[in-house]
């Protein structure tokens, strides 16, 4: 999952975006946006990195004071929970994932409405193998999910900017459990594109639904689409690294691989610690037959995240030539 933030893991994308962090204030600022984001995940980055600590010594209650505190720094709602218990989790620290994510259904205002808190809560107990506790959080996400959409997609009122765009925020976040933890594209596009409706110049929204187009759509209106709303979601915030390389991903679906290269080349170079940007640049470069330079963003991506799947296969896939020369990008322009 990526788009909405720099990846940690998992919903951590999504996350580490709608933390603190609503369409309102960052609309016309993506330079804000990208300088809160930056530091939200500092912040998390610390916060996991000390609890893991002080759990592994057996110090269980200063690891809960410590990520408790991050979550306050966050802004402490559903989401500073769910997107630092995603990343506790993914530390392979599930009790101190869960202890977390079960007080933040308990603290966080909007705790219980949360599909997000939930579904990460229901992850967390499975990774427990507390069976019975995942299957009724994920029941209550799903439900809660199923709600948002069903409450704000094409409802026929007129709304006021503010409203458009709360109800834009809380179909962000049941798109997210529906592709993150439901594993459902379709009704998560489905709630994107009727946030996207009530705030249809959002980059945020652009992005996200043309990025899913691109990497998950498998038709060339699909990837047409995508590159469409990542163009105009680039037009909107050019200097946006992560857009540009949803930009650069359709094109390459598309099949316009020299242009993708280059637009690709850019955005790896702003996100040196997102691992799908590197990803997407080495599948454009084995295209070119550059497996060295292929090679070397395959495994960047895997140091960045041991468990890339598609980088793996992508790896082994590359043919052996240990002395191919290096060609150097197409000038910019």
């Not at 099949?255 to 702003?270: C, F, M, P, Y």
């Not at 090679?295 to 980088?311: G, M, N, S, V």
Request: with cysteine.
């Amino acid at each position: 999952m990526k788009r909405l933030g720099i990846v940690l893991v998992g919903v951590a994308a999504f996350a580490i975006f709608l933390v603190g962090c609503s369409l309102d204030g960052l609309r016309h600022n993506p330079a804000l946006q990208a300088a809160a984001r930056d530091q939200r995940q500092a912040v998390l980055r610390a916060a996991v990195a000390e609890a893991g600590r002080a759990d592994a010594g057996g110090r269980t209650g200063a690891a809960d004071s410590r990520l408790d505190e991050a979550v306050q720094a966050l802004g402490g709602g559903a989401n500073a929970y769910a997107t630092i218990g995603e990343s506790v989790r993914a530390q392979n620290r599930p009790a101190l994932a869960l202890r977390l994510l079960e007080r933040g259904l308990q603290k966080a205002p909007d705790g219980r409405d949360d599909p997000l808190l939930l579904g990460a809560l229901a992850r967390a107990a499975r990774q427990n193998g507390k069976t019975n506790r995942a299957a009724e959080a994920e029941r209550q996400a799903a439900a809660r999910a199923d709600a948002i959409l069903r409450a704000e997609a094409g409802v026929g009122v007129r709304r006021t900017s503010e409203e458009s765009e709360q109800a834009a925020n809380r179909l962000l976040v049941a798109g997210a459990y529906f592709h993150e933890y439901a594993k459902n594209t379709p009704q998560a596009l489905k709630a994107w594109r009727a946030a996207l409706a009530l705030v249809p110049d959002e980059p945020t929204l652009l992005n996200q639904v043309g990025y899913t187009l691109a990497d998950e759509g498998t038709t060339p209106a699909e990837w047409n689409e995508a590159l469409d709303l990542t163009r105009r979601a680039l037009a909107k915030a050019p200097n946006e690294a992560m857009i540009r390389d949803s930009y650069g991903w359709a094109l390459y679906r598309l099949g316009d691989t020299k242009a993708a290269r280059r637009i690709l080349r850019q955005a790896a170079d702003d996100l040196p610690d997102e691992p799908d940007a590197h990803y997407h640049l080495g599948v454009a470069l084995a295209k070119l037959g550059l497996s060295n330079e292929a090679r070397a963003e395959f495994t960047r991506t895997l140091r960045l995240r041991p468990d890339h799947e598609k980088a793996k296969t992508a790896l082994a896939g590359l043919p052996a030539v240990p002395n191919e020369p290096s060609v150097a990008p197409p000038p910019a322009g």
